[in-house]
């Protein structure tokens, strides 16, 4: 079955960087576009990015363009998200997700907090 396993989450300064891992198995990683989603304490889901399977495209939510980047080792079965320039208002649980949206399987998250 599908599973997905997000690390490298943790505490960083406003201003600072985390990169993101999501380890993919239990299905075909290279066929499949992948996305990043994150929960806030107390608000709904947040779409953050998506990549194409073959990752010649990407997108991203309006709050996090120009200081995220999403990626992906289809040899390795790995989606990335390089975050920089962060905010306090980063802070939330983060998922990686097959497909487009957040409508797809889902990791169990790993938590990214902000703060001085």
């Known amino acids: 079955q599908v599973q997905l396993v997000e690390s490298g989450g943790g505490l960083a300064q406003p201003g600072g960087s985390l990169r993101l891992s999501c380890a993919a198995s239990g299905f075909t990683f290279s066929s499949y576009p992948m996305s990043w989603a994150r929960q806030a304490p107390g608000k709904g889901l947040e779409w953050v990015s998506g990549?194409?399977?073959?990752?010649?495209?990407?997108y991203y939510a309006d709050s996090v363009t120009g200081r995220f980047t999403i990626s992906r080792d289809n040899a390795k079965n790995t989606l990335y998200l390089q975050m920089n320039s962060l905010k306090p208002e980063d802070t939330a649980l983060y998922y990686c997700v097959t497909g487009w949206g957040t409508t797809g399987s889902w990791g169990q998250g790993t938590q990214v907090t902000v703060s001085s």
């Open positions: 990549i194409y399977s073959d990752g010649s495209g990407t």
